[in-house]
């Protein structure tokens, strides 16, 4: 709240007055800022129907810097004018003045000086009047008297167009009377207190009005990441179509679980270390299905269940090495395994989606780490009609509707598809996901029945998310340069379904 004495002047100022008083001439009065007189305003009014104050703004013409130079100095051309000898002076020296190419031209205009372009020397400046009238200077100190009134909007324009004069609209409140009006300020109590109700001192306090409708503080609250606010909408649109998520909680897998379980050769490029993170301790797993390790082994190196293998020598040495995984399809593989180690094989739908590592370059659309969104669907027969079909419900719960397919090569799926979306903003195909059938060579050796087929798609959780928030760098969503205020301030996902 304002000082006591200063409410106090200024409601003895409203006094006086009948109708009213403006803050302007209040401020004048009490030889004060304005801005003062507004916060004493918002003070009395704080205390009930002391006074009345209705906000009223008005224009007024202010000189501007360049403008109090000419008023101390004259105008350009007045004294581009006092610049010029009798005998003249050389074009070049006068632009070389402070005021040089705006007084000239100006001076010019008005008839004041001439050029003789074709004077020996160079071009050269004369006066052509003996005397002038600076009418720029007079017009200022008008308006500097608060005579602005006196001029024409024309030349007001004209002064403003030459930045000498600005036009400024000032805020104040028209100050009057209220029910309540005294000249003396009595505090008005916050809170009802203990000791106001057990002496009843109370009753002749006077209380500030509670406002019911002012809003309390915002409490501290966490915050979601991007990330996390689509990953939870993806989730929920598996958990819709019935899927079931895999448990996704071990980052660090074998070689085995990773690869050879997936029918991936062991001279694989992807297995490079250009590819893939070892880790050095523990560097090797050891507890693995024994009768299935052997399977895996045998279809690796001599073929079976209809396929000629690929004919290299198998080495345990190579499934055991630990990696950080590269794909959450190792998580697939595990699920698939102990699905099949069940008496009868019963239909599944499965889906996870997590964070999977690979030795990639940095840059503003890869990182070494990222989510991979994963759906699987084992049961009998199922053909790649079944596949399109429950990709086409799948994306059209993301809002995309137009979808081409594409053969495409991955190790442990045939046939395999890339999955392309018509994209309306860059008015092209663009690649959204993988997918494929699940070979033979990776299922039976699990031990699942023969007639089971095992369709399977994938995409990342960043590149969408990327599209929905309108982020071009990847190191803007993830990692230690990512800018808190971005999580704070981003709204929640929904996706267009």
């Known amino acids: 709240m ?28 009490l030889s004060v ?37 000419i008023l101390e100095q004259g105008s350009h051309e007045a004294r581009v004018f006092k610049a010029i000898p009798e005998e003249g002076l050389l074009q070049s020296e006068l632009m070389k003045l402070p005021s040089g ?36 200077r007079e017009k ?36 009057t009377k209220g029910s309540n009006f005294s000249t003396t300020i009595t505090k008005q109590e916050t809170e009802l207190t ?5 002496s009843g001192s109370w009753r002749e306090k006077k209380f500030k009005p509670y406002n019911f409708e002012a809003m309390g503080v915002a409490p501290d609250s966490g915050h979601l990441h991007p990330l996390m606010k689509v990953r939870t909408q993806f989730r929920q649109i598996f958990l819709e179509m019935g899927f079931t998520e895999m448990p996704t909680n071990n980052f660090i897998e074998s070689s085995f679980w990773n690869f050879d379980s997936l029918f991936q050769p062991q001279q694989h490029p992807a297995r490079d270390q250009h590819d893939t993170f070892f880790l050095s301790d523990p560097a090797l797993a050891h507890e693995f299905p024994p009768d299935y390790l052997e399977r895996v082994k045998k279809v690796h190196s001599e073929g079976g269940y209809g396929s000629q293998g690929y004919k290299y020598d198998w080495k345990i040495e190579e499934a055991q090495k630990n990696i950080l995984r590269t794909h959450t399809t190792a998580v697939s593989a595990r699920m698939l395994y102990k699905l099949a180690q069940q008496e009868k094989f019963t239909p599944v739908k499965y889906f996870s989606i997590d964070r999977v590592f690979r030795n990639e370059t940095l840059d503003a659309t890869h990182l070494a780490e990222f989510h991979q969104i994963e759906g699987v669907v084992a049961d009998y027969d199922l053909t790649l009609g079944d596949l399109m079909g429950v990709l086409h419900q799948f994306f059209t719960k993301l809002g995309i509707t137009k979808l081409r397919f594409k053969p495409a090569y991955n190790p442990y799926t045939e046939p395999s598809m890339e999955v392309f979306s018509y994209h309306e903003g860059l008015k092209k195909w663009v ?64 996706l267009d379904s």
């Open 194 to 198: 203990p000791e106001m109700i057990a």
């Open 140 to 175: 200022l100190q008008q308006v500097k008297k608060g005579q602005s009134s006196q001029l024409e909007e024309k030349e007001k324009n004209e002064l403003k167009k030459r930045k000498l004069l600005t036009e400024v609209t000032v805020k104040s409140y028209w100050i």
């Open 101 to 136: 190419k705006v007084g000239f031209s100006k001076a010019m205009s008005n008839k004041w000086i001439r050029l003789d372009k074709g004077h020996e020397g160079g071009p050269r400046v004369f006066r052509t009047v003996d005397s002038i009238e600076d009418a720029v």
């Open 431 to 494: 690649e959204v996901g993988n997918s494929g059938v699940f070979r033979p060579e990776m299922l039976l050796p699990m031990g699942l029945p023969e007639e089971v087929s095992v369709i399977a798609w994938g995409l990342s959780l960043e590149r969408p998310t990327m599209i929905k928030y309108g982020i071009n760098n990847i190191r803007e969503l993830v990692g230690h340069k990512v800018n808190l205020q971005m999580v704070y301030d981003s709204p929640v996902c929904r």
């Open 33 to 69: 800022d304005h801005q003062v007189v507004v916060g004493a305003v918002k003070s009395l009014q704080a205390l009930g129907e002391v006074i009345e104050a209705t906000q009223r703004s008005s224009k007024h013409w202010e000189v501007t810097g360049e403008g109090n130079e």
């Open 2 to 29: 304002a000082d006591s004495g200063l409410l106090e002047s200024v409601l003895r100022l409203v006094e006086k007055v009948d109708g009213g008083v403006d803050s302007q001439d209040v401020a004048g009065g």
